[in-house]
């Protein structure tokens, strides 16, 4: 997928970055959800703050792009298997770093290259 995101695959720590997709955009055909009206899965906190949603509580994530950071572990709730994931300020015990792709930017995206609506 680095390719295709036209990112480099390692971190400035030289591991590489890990990405989660909500499992609504991933398919084997180039199809997307129409209409676009998918809550996610996926949710981004800052403490017990989400950072992305609706105002019927879904989430807008569709995308995580992260890196474990120096200590190349995870961190806070980044280290369990679930769909939420932490980002926050950096600290000693604390050094992962995410970015995350809401679906208004996808949507935007996938309009502009003329691939949805289908």
Not at 22 to 31: A, C, I
């Given at each position: 997928?680095?390719?295709?995101?036209?990112?480099?695959?390692?971190?400035?720590?030289?591991?590489?970055?890990?990405?989660?997709?909500?499992?609504?955009?991933?398919?084997?055909?180039?199809?997307?959800?129409?209409?676009?009206?998918?809550?996610?899965?996926?949710?981004?906190?800052?403490?017990t703050?989400?950072?992305?949603?609706?105002?019927?509580?879904?989430?807008?994530?569709?995308?995580?792009?992260?890196?474990?950071?120096?200590?190349?572990?995870?961190?806070?709730?980044?280290?369990?298997?679930?769909?939420?994931?932490?980002?926050?300020?950096?600290?000693?015990t604390?050094?992962?770093?995410?970015?995350?792709?809401?679906?208004?930017?996808?949507?935007?995206?996938?309009?502009?290259?003329?691939?949805?609506?289908?």
């Open positions: 997928p680095w390719v295709d995101l036209a990112v480099e695959p390692q971190d400035a720590w030289g591991n590489f970055f890990r990405y989660r997709v909500d499992e609504e955009m991933v398919g084997e055909d180039d199809e997307f959800p129409y209409p676009f009206d998918t809550g996610s899965g996926l949710e981004v906190k800052e403490g703050t989400s950072l992305i949603e609706k105002d019927d509580g879904k989430s807008q994530v569709l995308a995580i792009i992260y890196s474990y950071g120096k200590n190349a572990e995870a961190d806070g709730k980044n280290a369990t298997t679930n769909e939420i994931y932490e980002t926050g300020d950096l600290t000693p604390f050094d992962d770093i995410l970015i995350w792709l809401p679906k208004t930017i996808v949507v935007n995206r996938l309009v502009r290259a003329g691939k949805w609506p289908p």
